[in-house]
């Protein structure tokens, strides 16, 4: 067998085609379904991608018109009010609420994986996001 030069993709920002309909606000959790990108909501079956870099409006557009850049990594969003994540949870999953909340729990299988939790402050959860962690 022969060496083969197998290419890496490699970084903290991707980029990924924008579901029809949506529109994505920087800062905002990102999240694929069913391939496509959109802001993160209460719904099962979502994969958090990390935090979007700029705002991308695709309300007029087709599946994939559009595209947005998502940045991995360790996030503050806000904490839920109803389902708040407390210190005891540091280490565990959080789950989405809506793209710039998090819940402690997945709110009876209705809600989808947001990342681990990183730590709790008075200012909200910082959640580590991103695809395969």
């Known amino acids: ?3 083969v030069n197998t290419p890496q993709l490699a970084g903290e920002v991707f980029a ?3 579901v029809a309909g949506a529109v994505i606000e920087q800062g905002a959790l990102v999240v694929l379904f069913g391939g496509y990108a959109g802001p993160g909501s209460e ?3 979502m994969i958090a991608v990390g935090r979007a870099e700029e705002t991308v409006d695709n309300s007029a557009g087709a599946n994939g018109a559009a595209v947005v850049r998502a940045r991995r990594g360790i996030f503050r969003y806000a904490n839920s009010t109803a389902d708040p994540v407390t210190q005891m949870r540091v280490g565990e999953d959080a789950y989405i ?4 909340t998090v819940g402690a ?3 009876g299988e209705e809600r989808s994986r ?3 939790i990183f730590a709790v402050d008075a200012a909200g959860v910082w959640v580590q996001v991103g695809l395969g962690l």
Not at 97 to 100: I, L
Request: no cysteine; net charge negative.
């Open 1 to 3: 067998m022969s060496a």
């Open 43 to 45: 719904f099962v079956g």
């Open 114 to 116: 947001a990342g681990k």
């Open 16 to 18: 990924w085609p924008v």
């Open 97 to 100: 609420v809506d793209d710039r």
């Open 105 to 107: 729990t997945d709110g």
